[in-house]
DNA sequence: TTGTAAGCGTTATCAA
DNA sequence: TTGATAACGCTTACAA
C-alpha cells in the first residue's frame, strides 16, 4: 500500500499470527500438518501484511527456481516477425499458465549466449526449453549440462540429438503431404523451394518430398534453397522460372517463402493456381493473408509447446519421460493447389 | 564439464585459490582492492572449477537481482502478430545487451497478471517495463508500487499517468503528419479509421487528424473506430463506404487496419492511390509486404525501447530521470497518396 | 501439530 | 590488501 514498503518478511508474519515461522512456512506452501486455527491466523496476517515470499531466498533454501528459460538464438526481429515462434510460444504459456513456474525469455543471438548461459548455469532455472530454427550454436550444449533441457525439433548436431530430449514434427510427413497434394491435383513438373540444408526441418521436408515423388514415379521439376525468409523464397521462385524447365506446381517449405514465391509469381505474370499451383508448410496466419490463399501443411506448434513443458517437467521431476516425442503434421487445403 | 558437476560454490573457489571467501566476492566483483597474485589465483581458480556465482545467493545478500521484468499484458497471438511489439522489444534488448541485466518477460493477458505481480513483488526484478496496447489493467498499479516502473506510451488512467515514467510517442503530431500528407496531396474528403477511444494512441493520433484537417478548413468525411486489428480495419473501411459519403483518402491509425482497409478497397473494385489514397501509422514491414506500399507515419518504436531501458535503469540507480520523454513519429511517403 | 535450529551461497561490515 | 563474521529470507530435518 504505502509507496515504498519494502515487502514483509516470514519473520513479521509469524509474529504478526502469533506463530513460529516454521508454521507460516507450511502454511505458505499448502502443507496439510497445520491447524485450521493457525492456518487462518497466518493467512489473516499475510493479508494484512501484504505478504509476498522472496524469492531468492526460497531458491537459496530450497534449491528450485520455479522458474524456466526460454531460450531463444535469433534476433528479435527474427523471433517476432516468424509467426511460428508466436504459435510454440503460446502453447509453452499455455502450460505452463496451469503451474507455478514463470518463464524467463532469452533472445540469444547478439551476445553468442554468453549471458543466457551464465544466468543459466548460476542456478536460475530448473531447466530451459530451447526454440530455434537453428539450432547449431553451441552453446546450448553448454546449456544442456547445467540443466534439464527441452528442445524444439530435433538439433542439428547429430551427437546432441542421440541424447537431447526433443519434441519435434514429423517433417518427412510434412513434406509428402506437401507433395502429394500437389500430386494428386494431377501436377507433373513439381518443383520444391527446400530449406537450409544444414537444418533437419529443411532436410526432412525436401526428404519427404522427394520420397512422395519418387513413389509417384515422377522427379522433381527444380530445387532451389531458401532460408526461410520471405525474400529467400522469391529469390528461391526466381531461380526456378530462370532454368527453363517447366513447372506447373511449388512445394515451399514454409509459408514465408511460399509467399515470397507467389509474389515473384503474380509480378511475372502467372496465375495461381492456373498456372502454377503452390503449397506452403506450417499454416501460420500468412496463410490466410495472401491471396489466393494458400494450401499449407500445418505442424502442430501449439501443442507442440504444450509437449516441450510437459517433457520439461517430466525432466524436473526426475520421471524420465520419453526422449523423443513426435506430433503429426496435416494438410490444410485451401486455394492454391486445384486447377 | 563432468555431466552433473553441481556448480562450485565461492567456498570451493577460495579453498582452491588459497584465498577467503570475501577475496573470491572481491575479485569476482571487479574490486580494485585486491593483489594481483591473488586475482590471477582466484581467476584460475574459478576457470579450473568452472565456477558461476549463484544468483539467488547473490540477490539475497546483495539485495538486487540484475533482472528487470517486461510486462505486456497481452496474450501471445497478440503479441507476436504485431510487429510493434517486435521493433520495441528490440530497442529494449539492445540497449539492455550492454548491461548486466538480464529480462525476465510476462505475457501476463491469461492470469490476470497474477503470477507476474506476485513475482515482480517478490523481489525478484529490480524494475518493470511495461508495454501493452491497452494498459488499463489494473494489476500495473500493484507492480509499480513494488519496483520502479517504465511504461511505453502514456497510460490510459490519469492518475496513473500524472505520476508514472514514462516513453511516448507524439501521437498528435503523428495524426497531424498522416493526415497532412492527405491534404497536401490535393485530397478533400478525407476520412479515418481511428484506434479505440479509451486509448492514448487512438485518441491523439484522431485528434491530431482533426487539428490537420481542421487548419485546412476541411471536415472529417467519416470516422470509423476500430481496434488496432486488420479485421477491424477493414470491416471499418466496409462501413465507411456504406456510409454513403463520398471518400477519397483515408488515414489509418495503424497498419493493421490500413491493410484490412486496402483489401476491402481492392475487393469493391477501388483503386489506391487512384480513388483513394491510405496513409497508415507505425511503418511496419507490414508497409511494405502490401501493394501498393502504404505511406505510413513511422513511429521510433525501437528508441522508445532503448530509451525506456535507459529511464528505468536511471530510476534504478536512483538518478531521478526524466519522468516523460516524448520522441516524434515521421513520414514515410510510399506510393498510397499521390495521384 | 508446532517450534528450534541449521543451513542455502552470497555480500558487506569491520578489524586486522 | 585480507579475513572473520554477521546478515539476507526462506526451507527443512529434527525434536518436542
Redesign the pocket.
Known amino acids: 500500500m504505502s509507496p515504498a514498503s519494502?515487502?514483509?518478511?516470514?519473520?513479521?508474519?509469524?509474529a504478526a499470527a502469533?506463530?513460529?515461522?516454521?508454521?507460516?512456512?507450511?502454511?505458505?506452501?499448502g502443507?496439510?500438518?497445520?491447524?485450521?486455527?493457525?492456518?487462518a491466523a497466518v493467512n489473516d496476517a499475510i493479508a494484512r501484511l501484504n505478504?509476498?515470499?522472496?524469492?531468492?531466498?526460497?531458491?537459496?533454501?530450497?534449491?528450485?527456481t520455479n522458474a524456466i528459460a526460454l531460450v531463444v538464438p535469433e534476433d528479435p526481429t527474427r523471433f517476432f516477425g516468424d509467426p511460428f515462434f508466436a504459435t510454440i510460444v503460446g502453447g509453452i504459456y499455455r502450460r505452463l499458465a496451469e503451474t507455478p513456474y514463470v518463464l524467463n525469455v532469452f533472445l540469444a543471438s547478439d551476445d553468442s549466449g554468453e549471458k543466457a548461459t551464465a544466468y543459466l548455469r548460476?542456478?536460475n532455472v530448473d531447466g530451459a526449453l530451447i526454440v530455434s530454427h537453428h539450432a547449431r550454436d553451441g552453446f546450448v550444449a553448454r546449456i544442456a549440462d547445467a540443466v534439464p533441457v527441452v528442445f524444439a525439433g530435433r538439433p542439428t548436431q547429430p551427437e546432441i540429438a542421440q541424447r537431447a530430449h526433443y519434441v519435434d514434427v514429423d517433417n518427412v510427413l510434412g513434406g509428402r503431404l506437401g507433395a502429394g497434394s500437389l500430386i494428386d491435383a494431377g501436377r507433373t513438373r513439381i518443383a520444391t523451394i527446400a530449406g537450409p540444408a544444414d537444418m533437419p526441418p529443411g532436410i526432412d521436408r525436401l526428404i519427404g518430398f522427394e520420397a512422395a515423388l519418387s513413389d509417384a514415379g515422377l522427379e522433381a521439376a527444380g530445387i532451389a534453397v531458401g532460408d526461410f525468409s520471405e525474400a529467400s523464397g522469391a529469390a528461391a521462385m526466381r531461380e526456378l522460372l530462370a532454368s527453363g524447365r517447366e513447372i506447373d506446381a511449388v512445394f515451399a517449405a514454409n509459408d514465408l517463402m511460399a509467399r515470397g514465391a507467389m509474389s515473384v509469381l503474380s509480378e511475372t505474370g502467372r496465375s495461381v493456381p492456373a498456372d502454377i499451383s503452390v503449397v506452403g508448410f506450417d499454416d501460420s496466419v500468412i496463410a490466410t493473408q495472401v491471396t489466393p490463399r494458400p494450401t499449407s501443411v500445418r505442424q502442430p506448434s501449439f501443442e507442440q509447446g504444450e509437449l516441450m513443458v510437459e517433457v520439461l517437467l517430466g525432466l524436473i521431476a526426475e520421471e524420465a519421460p520419453e526422449r523423443v516425442t513426435i506430433v503429426d503434421p496435416e494438410l490444410v487445403v485451401r486455394d492454391s493447389v486445384a486447377r
Chains 1, 2 share one sequence.
Not at 524469492?55 to 528450485?64: D, E, K, M, P, Q
Open positions: 519494502s515487502a514483509a518478511t516470514i519473520e513479521e508474519v509469524a502469533g506463530v513460529s515461522r516454521s508454521t507460516v512456512s507450511r502454511v505458505v506452501n502443507s496439510p500438518a497445520v491447524s485450521p486455527a493457525a492456518v505478504y509476498v515470499p522472496n524469492r531468492a531466498a526460497r531458491t537459496l533454501a530450497s534449491r528450485t548460476g542456478g
